[in-house]
């Protein structure tokens, strides 16, 4: 270009060189590069114009500068293409990344539930068992009658427990659980049965119901089913010789569950303790009964009668089962 000789091959050559480095250099380090070749070629184009007057100096000028030029952008617009491609592609990838986290979340909390169910089956049950267990013993001899009777409670509530249980660990396996070989989770319509095998146990109980017949959520039947579940097993294996009663009720806007016991003279104590101290591990007793009924917006008071029984009553707004 100086001597009046640039030719337009030297010219693709350049760009292509320009082309590389705008692509795979950062833009501050492709940007000097490019602005130290213009200047070259700018000043062997003044040499020239001075030297050689008569050389073609337009010519010069388009096919020296324009292939620079116009390299340099496509290449810049490659590699900026390239950046954010790479950006989406990492995004994603997050994004990928807080899913899998969630769902293990979403599993952690749901085998917690699980755990909770477990523990409400295992724990009614084997207490029920036990005391039919010694009622059968104690009678044995005697009455035998009554003691076949209370075999065959005990045969009817592991069958019953067994049911649960086998629905329970089956939702704890990694495989799918067909939904049509899972039985039915509890109900407020269970609650007689629940009650009479309460009965059976030896303990006296009234259950009195009122608007139960309403629709509600699957899930808060199965969460007040489950407070009344606890509390009359808490009287089974706290307070022998108590008569409990059990009142539901369900009204237009709320749901409301009050399980009271007296007759025992050591319930105040026990159910003070309780409440002082805690349940001896997260989930169970008082503290399981109250995460159930937050869990719609309700709540739960528990605490001992004057008199020496013990009272649970809980409250859920039947909206915040929606």
Same mark, same amino acid.
């Given at each position: 270009?100086?001597?009046g000789?640039?030719?337009?091959?030297l010219g693709?050559?350049?760009g292509l060189?320009?082309y $590389?480095?705008?692509?795979?250099?950062?833009?501050?380090?492709?940007?000097? *590069?490019?602005i130290?070749?213009?200047a070259? $070629?700018?000043?062997?184009? &003044?040499y020239?114009?001075?030297? +050689? #007057?008569?050389?073609p100096?337009a &010519?010069?000028?388009?096919?020296?500068?324009?292939?620079?030029?116009?390299?340099w952008?496509?290449?810049?617009?490659?590699?900026?293409?390239?950046? %954010?491609?790479a950006?989406?592609?990492?995004? *994603?990838? @997050?994004e990928?990344?807080?899913?899998?986290?969630r769902?293990?979340?979403d599993?952690r909390?749901?085998?917690?539930?699980?755990?909770?169910e477990?523990?409400?089956?295992?724990?009614?049950?084997?207490t029920?068992i036990?005391?039919q *267990?010694?009622?059968g @013993?104690? $009678?044995? !001899?005697?009455?035998p009658?009554?003691?076949s009777? *209370?075999l065959?409670?005990?045969?009817?509530i592991?069958?019953? +427990?067994q049911?649960?249980?086998?629905?329970?660990?089956g939702?704890?396996?990694?495989?799918?659980?067909?939904?049509?070989?899972?039985?039915?989770?509890?109900?407020?319509?269970d609650?007689?049965?629940l009650? +009479?095998?309460?009965?059976?146990s030896?303990?006296p109980?009234?259950?009195?119901?009122l608007?139960?017949? @309403?629709?509600l959520?699957p +899930?808060l039947?199965?969460?007040? %089913?489950r407070?009344?579940?606890?509390a009359?097993?808490n009287?089974?294996?706290?307070?022998?010789?108590?008569?409990?009663?059990?009142?539901v009720?369900v #009204?237009a806007?709320?749901v409301?569950?009050?399980?009271?016991?007296?007759? %025992?003279?050591?319930?105040?104590?026990?159910?003070?303790?309780? $409440?002082?101290? /805690?349940?001896? #591990?997260?989930?169970h007793?008082?503290?399981?009964?109250?995460e159930?009924?937050?869990?719609?917006?309700?709540?739960?008071? !528990? /605490?001992?009668?004057?008199?020496?029984g013990?009272?649970?009553?809980g409250?859920?707004?039947?909206?915040g089962a929606?």
């Amino acid at each position: 270009m100086a001597w009046g000789g640039a030719s337009l091959p030297l010219g693709l050559l350049l760009g292509l060189a320009t082309y $590389l480095v705008a692509t795979r250099l950062p833009r501050r380090v492709s940007i000097r *590069a490019g602005i130290a070749v213009v200047a070259a $070629l700018g000043v062997a184009l &003044a040499y020239a114009t001075f030297e +050689a #007057s008569r050389a073609p100096l337009a &010519a010069e000028a388009v096919e020296g500068f324009l292939p620079l030029v116009a390299a340099w952008f496509v290449g810049d617009s490659v590699a900026a293409r390239r950046h %954010y491609m790479a950006g989406l592609a990492a995004q *994603a990838e @997050r994004e990928r990344a807080t899913e899998v986290e969630r769902a293990r979340n979403d599993v952690r909390e749901e085998r917690v539930r699980i755990a909770r169910e477990l523990h409400d089956v295992i724990a009614h049950t084997l207490t029920v068992i036990t005391v039919q *267990a010694g009622v059968g @013993r104690r $009678l044995m !001899a005697k009455r035998p009658e009554e003691a076949s009777g *209370a075999l065959e409670s005990i045969e009817a509530i592991g069958r019953t +427990a067994q049911d649960e249980l086998r629905v329970v660990l089956g939702l704890l396996r990694d495989e799918e659980v067909e939904t049509a070989s899972l039985v039915p989770a509890p109900r407020l319509v269970d609650l007689k049965e629940l009650v +009479a095998t309460v009965r059976a146990s030896g303990v006296p109980v009234e259950l009195r119901t009122l608007g139960t017949d @309403r629709p509600l959520s699957p +899930a808060l039947e199965l969460s007040v %089913y489950r407070v009344v579940q606890e509390a009359l097993t808490n009287v089974v294996k706290h307070a022998p010789g108590a008569r409990a009663t059990v009142d539901v009720e369900v #009204s237009a806007g709320s749901v409301r569950v009050e399980v009271v016991n007296v007759g %025992y003279s050591g319930a105040k104590h026990l159910a003070t303790k309780e $409440l002082r101290e /805690g349940p001896p #591990s997260a989930g169970h007793g008082l503290v399981g009964m109250r995460e159930r009924l937050s869990a719609f917006g309700g709540s739960l008071d !528990a /605490g001992p009668l004057d008199e020496g029984g013990f009272r649970v009553i809980g409250r859920v707004p039947i909206d915040g089962a929606s």
